[in-house]
């Protein structure tokens, strides 16, 4: 489900999207080489734990080939990654606690409501940046949470 509004916002924006497959870590340059064959602008790394794994290779690879790179995980634009667009870490790790202290005070986790994130931060690393040849925009720095430079 989360594909199709992805791919039709893309469409209402006049963007195309290319999805690529990658499983594991001997995966993952197969794609970049098939993502730079496309002559794709940028990648975005979907969270997940599988790609949390592996995030440094993935950033490393978006410096070899060239590609900016955005990911929902924090930690990816502390390593390398260019921007980071997602659900704040430490605010997620709150929200635990509080459920944490309800459970342990003899509330049912079942009877818990679902919570969305109540914060999405915004990183942008300006290194990667400059040697992707890139000038951010003054408005994206403005709206930053976080600048790495």
């Known amino acids: 489900m989360l594909l199709r509004e992805i791919d039709q916002a893309a469409r209402d924006l ?4 290319i999805h690529f497959e990658a499983n594991t870590a001997e995966d993952i340059e197969p794609a970049f080489q098939l993502i730079v064959q496309e002559r794709a602008d940028a990648v975005d790394v979907p969270l997940s734990a599988q790609f949390f794994r592996i995030r440094r290779q993935i950033a490393e690879l978006g410096l070899k080939y060239r590609l900016p790179i955005i990911a929902g995980e924090d930690g990816f634009v ?35 409501p679902i919570l969305q994130p109540t914060k999405i931060e915004l990183l942008l690393n300006l290194k ?19 600048v790495i430079e």
Do not use: F, N
Request: aromatic residues 6%.
């Open 14 to 17: 006049g963007i195309v999207i």
């Open 78 to 112: 502390r390593i390398g990654g260019l921007i980071t667009y997602g659900p704040s870490p430490i605010e997620a790790w709150r929200q635990s606690a509080v459920y944490v202290d309800k459970i342990l005070k003899g509330e049912k986790a079942a009877d818990l």
């Open 128 to 146: 990667t940046a400059k040697a992707l040849g890139l000038t951010v925009p003054t408005t994206l720095l403005a709206a930053a949470d976080e």
